[in-house]
């Protein structure tokens, strides 16, 4: 087997295994939080001081695979996880849980930046798309199996999971360790580069580069889903009185989707167009998608309305992530570390402007996302084509 093939199968494979891991403890803490003594807002805060330590922290572990290599900094990211999910299942106290998901926020957001330059210094510019996208696939179908494990598990003990998805932690660990070679070579890597925490003018500096309008679509990609995910099961309970059973065959069907279009579709599609127009187009049907989402009526067209939607929007990260790979006139670390503090903020930000919204309205979200995308396609299809 050609080697460049082989270390794309095993980095492919460790971010299915992780993401099963992380995947897996997803339906549980709703009910670990109740178990012990927590309410609804102690899980929004849960879920939004993950993504702020990612924002904070993984251009810190960008910037130090640009100067250790990507491997070391893929098996700190794979111990910083394994050790937070220890903690989850240890946990008998509130500040427990938000001392685990920090400590997971902080330390895991090491992989994706890593994995990605991984991908960057691996790849042709041609591959990269493709590339980007087996990477986004690898990381959707990790999360589609692993809550059904999950729920499983849960039937155990509300711990078990979390057991499980550390040792799935140390089981990606070692198949790393062993398997995957060092794709920054010594020649290439940043030995006196400054690494200091991420601060907030940096990142408002790189969209100024050649980066930021890729920077700005992965924004969008992650923000437009946040707030689809984010308020679904809500519209769908109070316009269709669906229940748990309805919504999750429905978000099921969207993560087969999500990591089916990332995997299969977006490497033939970025290769034959390119980027500029997988993103504009992308973006123009991620509006049709949430439009769609509004005017369905029944099951199965919401089912078809929401796989049509994830599947455009699925489109937009690999995407952006090749753009920023490729324009990126520094190093491929730090540029997908600043990239994934884009995605953060849209992880942060989506699902608190969904939720304030649907109060006033429960259309509201998904004519925003309308809205902001409508425009989003209209600046990105002049930048790319005056």
Request: a positive charge; aromatic letters at 12%.
């Amino acid at each position: 087997m050609n080697p460049k093939n082989k270390n794309m199968i095993i980095l492919i494979i460790s971010l299915i295994v992780v993401m099963m891991g992380y995947g897996i403890a997803m339906p549980v803490l709703p009910f670990y939080i109740e178990s012990l003594g927590g309410s609804g807002v102690h899980y929004g805060f849960l879920i939004a001081s993950y993504g702020v330590m990612q924002l904070i922290f993984a251009p810190v572990w960008g910037s130090l695979s640009d100067k250790y290599g990507r491997k070391p900094i893929l098996l700190a990211g794979l111990i910083g996880l394994g050790m937070a999910m220890s903690l989850f299942a240890l946990a008998n106290k509130l500040w427990l849980l938000y001392a685990a998901q920090m400590l997971s926020g902080s330390l895991s957001s090491a992989t994706l930046p890593a994995a990605q330059a991984y991908v960057g210094d691996s790849t042709t510019r041609e591959e990269r798309g493709g590339a980007m996208g087996k990477i986004g696939g690898a990381i959707g179908l990790g999360i589609v199996i692993g809550p059904g494990i999950g729920g499983m598990l849960a039937s155990y003990s509300l711990a078990t999971p979390f057991w499980i998805a550390s040792g799935f932690c140390l089981l990606t660990f070692l198949i790393i360790l062993a398997g995957l070679p060092e794709s920054l070579t010594k020649e290439n890597r940043c030995e006196d580069l400054d690494i200091c925490f991420m601060q907030f003018r940096g990142l408002w500096q790189a969209l100024f580069t050649p980066i930021g309008l890729g920077l700005i679509v992965a924004f969008m990609a992650i923000f437009s889903q946040a707030i689809f995910s984010s308020i679904f099961g809500l519209y769908a309970l109070t316009r269709f009185n669906y229940g748990p059973e309805q919504v999750g065959t429905i978000l099921m069907a969207m993560g087969l989707m999500y990591a089916l279009a990332q995997g299969l579709v977006v490497g033939p599609i970025t290769k034959r167009f390119g980027e500029h127009k997988v993103i504009s187009s992308a973006l123009l049907g991620t509006t049709v998608g949430f439009a769609l989402i509004l005017l369905a009526n029944t099951f199965l067209t919401i089912l078809a309305a929401v796989s049509c939607f994830i599947m455009l929007s699925s489109l937009l990260k690999p995407s952006a992530l090749a753009f920023v790979s490729k324009n990126t006139v520094g190093n491929q670390g730090k540029a997908m570390g600043i990239t994934e503090s884009y995605m953060s903020l849209g992880r942060i930000i989506g699902p608190l402007w969904g939720g304030m919204i649907f109060d006033v309205n429960l259309y509201y979200p998904y004519l925003s996302g309308i809205l902001l995308l409508l425009i989003m396609f209209i600046a990105t299809a002049s930048f790319f084509y005056h």
